[in-house]
């Protein structure tokens, strides 16, 4: 009797426990997928890119009688298209910001499908990104996982140029394909606000992000890459890459941060070769001057270089306390061109493919103990040699990475595809 009784109530319960009672309709909600956030003089501007169901945009467009509508109030504007909007407004700090938002916008603003999450350069440079990083983090609804980037000038027009990303998916899967797409090349790093969290916050090494811009300028007048028989494919600022109405928004290269803020940034090689030290380089293209005589003009052959495994790097502090960096990349290079009336050497091109990734990885490390950034994680390494933290934080890491002495070795395994074809040009004959 009591089982039957027991069984009773918990169906009545369950009456009750529907799940229902607190749920929205698809059309009053704003589904985030972009946010852009720009340094005002008392604080922030905080931007949203949010599709509309065409029932949303026919009650955005009867309610304003046009279809745009500037809110006063230092409370920023807002833009609403045939199926898109953009919205913004200005607090003191982020959650002022929000709390404007959810209070000026008509419907409910929902965080949980963000996928790109852009600061201005200006911002990140500025001594509230640290504190402002900490609040979204802590921000319930936002996602942890969204991808965050650094914006050569104003975010908001990121937020307002997401038509660079219309394509036949959806614009949330858009980005989603985009982000990773990026990251295929090494060019960019793929960097969440959790792991930049994390980076900025740890002993262990410093943060990383991905770097863009938007253009206007039609082509000619910005994008025109300055060639150079010396330079990488990558090597470039990325005001030099190719723009037009099509790819007004570009992304290239990553911004660098020490624990509060952003202190510089690294073109796309350059990003590579960080990457490829961190052991997350997917592979990276690199032209070779090639001349087996001092005959004929030196030729370029192009390398795809990647790593066999993760790099073997190390930190040590010799009897003088001072600082020692050893970097250790095996590689594994593949033979892409090659000229017929000179045919390649692997020995010479082996050679001078060490010598190429030996000197650039040297330089760039230079470059960062000088602004005094750890992208890879050196100081990581570093800690393995202290017993506790407080020894390691007495050791003053910053005076002596800046004056550390760095050593690269790189192994090169060097192969030839479409062996048959050489072959039969006779070149090993």
């Known amino acids: 009797m009591r089982r039957k009784a027991g069984i009773a109530l918990v169906c009545a319960v369950m009456v009750f426990l529907t799940g229902c009672w607190d749920s929205r309709e698809i059309d009053d909600q704003l589904f985030v997928l972009v946010m852009g956030i720009d340094k005002e003089e008392n604080g922030l ?105 650094v914006m050569r000038g104003s975010a908001r027009e990121f937020v307002g140029n997401l038509h660079t ?37 740890s002993f262990y090494g410093d943060g990383i992000a991905m770097y863009g811009t938007v253009s206007k300028a039609s082509v000619g007048e910005e994008g025109t890459k300055k060639f150079d028989a010396q330079r990488q494919p990558g090597d470039l600022d990325i005001s030099e890459l190719p723009t037009s109405k099509y790819t007004g928004t570009r992304i290239f290269g990553s911004a660098l941060f020490n624990h509060k803020k952003m202190v510089g940034s690294l073109t796309g090689y350059e990003t590579q070769l960080t990457l490829l030290m961190r052991g997350q380089a997917q ?51 593949s033979l892409l061109t090659w000229s017929e009336q000179h045919p390649p050497d692997t020995t010479l091109l082996t050679n001078e493919l060490t010598e190429v990734i030996t000197q650039d990885i040297s330089e760039l490390c230079a470059r960062l103990q000088k602004q ?13 040699q202290f017993g506790t933290m407080q020894e390691m934080i007495n050791y003053e890491w910053e005076r002596a990475y800046e004056s550390a002495q760095t050593d690269v070795h790189v192994e090169v395994y060097f192969s030839v595809p479409f062996q048959e074809k050489l072959d039969a040009a006779g070149i090993y004959d």
């Open 283 to 333: 592979g990276l293209l690199i032209r070779l001057p090639y001349n087996d005589d001092d005959e004929h003009t030196p030729e370029y052959v192009s390398v795809q270089v990647g790593a066999i495994r993760k790099p073997r790097n190390r930190v040590s502090i010799d009897e003088t306390r001072a600082l020692h960096i050893s970097v250790n990349l095996p590689l594994r290079a």
């Open 45 to 149: 501007r905080l931007s949203i890119h949010v599709p509309v169901s065409p029932k949303a945009s026919e009650r955005s467009q009867a309610s304003s009688g046009s279809g745009d509508k500037e809110s006063s109030g230092g409370q920023g504007e807002e833009k609403s298209g045939e199926n898109e909007a953009v919205v913004s407004v200005t607090g003191r700090d982020f959650i002022e910001a929000m709390d404007l938002l959810t209070a000026t916008t008509p419907y409910h603003v929902n965080m949980q499908q963000l996928k790109v999450l852009a600061v201005s350069e200006e911002f990140a440079r500025s001594d509230m990104f640290h504190e402002f990083l900490s609040a979204v983090i802590f921000y319930r609804s936002i996602r942890r996982t969204a991808t965050i980037a």
């Open 165 to 201: 990303f219309e394509g036949p998916l959806t614009q949330g899967k858009a980005l989603e394909v985009a982000m990773d797409a990026y990251n295929d090349n090494s060019y960019v790093p793929r960097t969440t606000l959790q792991t930049l969290k994390t980076q900025m916050s």
């Open 372 to 384: 005094n950034t750890d992208p890879v994680g050196f100081r990581g390494l570093l800690a393995r």
